[in-house]
């Protein structure tokens, strides 16, 4: 299918986390038109095996190509973990962009050098996290944490819930108590229980989703491609 700038930008999640990332692409870009696929049926994408989510990743685009996209936008960063480069190489004329957790800014903001990164095992195994965190986090101590809880939170609509401070402080605590002063949000279902991590971490860690980057990028894209709307 052919596309032109009245295309829609895709974007695609397991669930409804990277809906974070379409609103901020939408504030930025209001005259765009979008279409979002939460592959909820197969959430968590997490811990699931790389082959299992590239093909999953792969299905996503195809339902987006079909559906007329100029741009695809991984919501996701386990997704972007396992499968970016191999959806870049089968869809050669299609731009792709991913997300992957904020450490660079993180790193330069940590005044303690110790900073939390709260993600999926799938985000922290892939070669993107470990060769940013390498590149621009070698003088920062890492606390990577795994909190799939969170995403079952959100997924459930349940962020503001009774039980979701507790369960928010039980992850995040001994994180904070390790002397983190940043926490990083590398998981896009994440931003959605933003004031809840903000209120257990507030006076003592700042804290950082990308949202806002992945859509400049989305748009700096489009712009370098003439797709703009
Ligand atoms: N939203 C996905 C991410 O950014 C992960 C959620 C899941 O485990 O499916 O990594």
């Known amino acids: 299918m052919s596309v032109g700038k ?27 038109k979008t279409v979002y696929i939460a592959d909820s049926e197969h959430c968590p994408y997490g811990n699931k095996p ?27 960063n386990t997704a972007t973990a396992a499968a970016i480069d191999h959806l870049r190489a089968k869809y050669r004329s299609v731009p792709f962009v991913g997300i992957e957790p904020a450490v660079k ?8 050098g110790i900073v939390g990164v709260l993600a999926t095992q799938g985000t922290f195994s892939g070669r993107l996290y470990n060769e940013t965190k390498a590149k621009f986090a070698k003088d920062v101590t890492i606390i990577a944490t795994v909190a799939d809880e969170f995403v079952t939170i ?14 928010v402080r039980k992850r995040i ?57």
């Open 154 to 167: 959100v997924e459930r609509g349940e962020v503001d819930a009774p039980g979701t401070e507790t369960i």
């Open 105 to 112: 800014p993180a790193a330069l903001e940590s005044r303690t």
């Open 173 to 229: 605590e001994p994180v904070l108590a390790a002397g983190a002063d940043v926490l990083v949000l590398g998981c896009t279902h994440f931003p959605h229980l933003k004031p809840v991590i903000e209120k257990v971490a507030a006076g003592r860690a700042r804290v950082i989703e990308p949202s806002e980057a992945v859509a400049r990028q989305a748009r700096r894209v489009l712009e370098e491609r003439g797709l703009l709307a």
């Open 6 to 32: 009245s295309s829609p930008v895709g974007f695609f999640d397991s669930g409804i986390g990277g809906k974070c990332i379409e609103a901020a692409f939408k504030r930025l870009c209001p005259a765009e």
């Open 50 to 76: 790389k082959e299992e989510i590239i093909r999953l990743a792969e299905s996503c685009t195809e339902r987006l190509l079909a559906a007329g996209c100029k741009l695809v936008v991984v919501a996701c």
